[in-house]
């Protein structure tokens, strides 16, 4: 099982930037791929960004950019940095985790709770 917690969410004006933090505790191989999804009010889950423990990364066309994965790996840590933040980056963001990149892309088996980014405009 895998654990994910959550940080980092909050209001931010348009052109603004945060960090989102999630921490994975639990068992680290199938948390090889740790990343981000967001559900914009009203719409479906999408992915945001992932990261696996090799580095290999990829971005939603939506925040290429913008948007800035990266990891601890002896922390078992993922980070989210946004900048340039728009009104539709709004949504709730969550954390999520697999074994692989595919499985992760498809549909990640772990989730953290989600946290809200608002961004006025």
């Known amino acids: 099982q895998v654990r994910l917690v959550e940080s980092g969410g909050g209001l931010v004006q348009a052109g603004g930037s945060l960090r989102l933090s999630c921490a994975a505790s639990?068992?680290?191989?199938?948390?090889?791929?740790m990343g981000w999804f967001r559900q914009p009010p009203g719409k479906q889950r999408e992915l945001v960004a992932v990261?696996?423990?090799?580095?290999?990364?990829e971005y939603a066309d939506s925040v290429k950019g913008r948007g800035t994965i990266s990891r601890d790996i002896a922390k078992n840590t993922v980070y989210l940095q946004m900048d340039s933040l728009k009104p539709e980056d709004t949504g709730v963001y969550y954390c999520a985790a697999d074994i692989s990149l595919g499985r992760f892309i498809r549909s990640p088996d772990y989730w953290g709770q989600g946290t809200q980014v608002t961004v006025s405009s």
């Open positions: 639990g068992n680290a191989f199938r948390s090889n791929a």
């Open positions: 990261i696996t423990a090799s580095g290999t990364i």
